[in-house]
């Protein structure tokens, strides 16, 4: 079971059998300065991920065989699909290595292309979902990324103009944002009951791909005890409760708004599947004391399901050998079940 919640019958989990058509699934090598490689050689040199899914990866014979040597790991590899054998499709940048452990613009540069490569090979049908192992946002902005993040960089780049939002996996729970990467000064301007019924709407659709029928959603309030009737700030009233009953008037289990110093301990003891959150950090940091080790971020509304580790590039650790495979395993298999889904939707 995928991301199972205490409830068996509720976990993420999409079901197939041995006849079923393997996902198609691009996996780029993240930030070479950083543990991306060896995530991704981790991944690899895993039998049954092989078994799970038709893996194309952006990196070409030389790359992968350093990394998986310096592991001392084997990495099955074939120049067509065949069950337990990763595709070789090269990088969208070739040139000299990176310095590793370090911020740098060869090292955006690279990510950047390979990610570039992976939405090609989406839009001309090779693959069905994208996982990329972490990458540095410091480098993406050194080689040109001038979008708040790689949300946006990826739905400009699509030329997507529908509700996107980062969606974020620990086993159990899933949260989604009604804004993101702004300014706090900035947040409740951005709320009104079209941008909360978005959230809701986004974040029970992709808990639906990933295996549960009928969500159940809670959503945040935004002021102190959720208001306080008014007196703490009227948002709840003129724009989030509006939201919710909007959501719950096309049949989707939302409630709410709920304070959000306590909703996180109602998600934790399995009463909610999911939780619509008004800001990055009302659900990042209750996320990350719940799971930080195993937490998946999924780039939310776009036409393609893109998913990778919550963490970062770990400069500190990276040739050691002893990066946590934990996040991307589920990351994999995430962007498996939603890649599934998404083929039989373009079938």
Not at 68 to 88: F, K, M, R, S, Y
Request: proline letters at 7%.
């Amino acid at each position: 079971m995928l991301f199972g919640s205490g409830h068996p019958e509720r976990g993420l989990a999409m079901p197939h059998t041995a006849a079923e058509v393997l996902p198609r699934i691009a996996l780029t090598m993240g930030d070479p300065a950083g543990i991306g490689p060896e995530l991704a050689a981790r991944l690899l040199a895993t039998p049954e991920n092989l078994h799970k899914a038709e893996v194309y990866v952006l990196t070409d014979a030389t790359e992968l065989k350093a990394v998986a040597a310096e592991l001392g790991v084997d990495v099955p590899v074939a120049d067509e699909p065949i069950p337990g054998h990763a595709v070789l499709v090269g990088s969208g940048l070739s040139g000299p290595p990176v310095q590793l452990r370090t911020v740098s613009k060869a090292a955006g540069e690279r990510v950047m292309a390979d990610l570039l490569k992976a939405l090609n090979l989406y839009r001309s049908g090779v693959v069905d979902a994208i996982m990329f192992t972490p990458l540095n946002k410091a480098s993406l902005h050194l080689a040109g990324m001038h979008e708040e993040d790689e949300l946006r960089w990826f739905a400009k780049n699509l030329g997507y103009q529908g509700t996107t939002s980062e969606l974020n996996f620990i086993p159990g729970l899933v949260t989604s944002r009604v804004t993101s990467h702004v300014p706090l000064k900035d947040v409740a301007a951005r709320i009104n009951a079209d941008s909360v019924l978005a959230a809701i709407r986004l974040l029970d659709d992709v808990l639906k791909g990933s295996g549960i029928p009928a969500p159940r959603l809670a959503v945040c309030a935004l002021n102190p005890h959720a208001g306080e009737n008014g007196k703490f700030g009227r948002e709840e009233i003129e724009h989030i409760t509006p939201g919710i009953e909007a959501a719950r008037a096309q049949g989707i289990e939302a409630t709410g708004p709920y304070p959000c110093d306590t909703v996180f301990i109602k998600a934790k003891n399995g009463d909610f599947d999911g939780v619509v959150t008004m800001y990055h950090d009302q659900g990042q940091i209750a996320m990350k004391l719940m799971g930080f080790d195993r937490g998946v971020t999924v780039q939310g509304g776009l036409p393609v399901p893109i998913a990778t580790p919550s963490h970062g590039t770990a400069f500190e650790i990276v040739g050691k050998g002893v990066a946590y495979l934990g996040p991307s395993q589920h990351a994999y298999d995430l962007a498996v079940a939603l890649g599934r889904r998404n083929r039989q939707n373009r079938r």
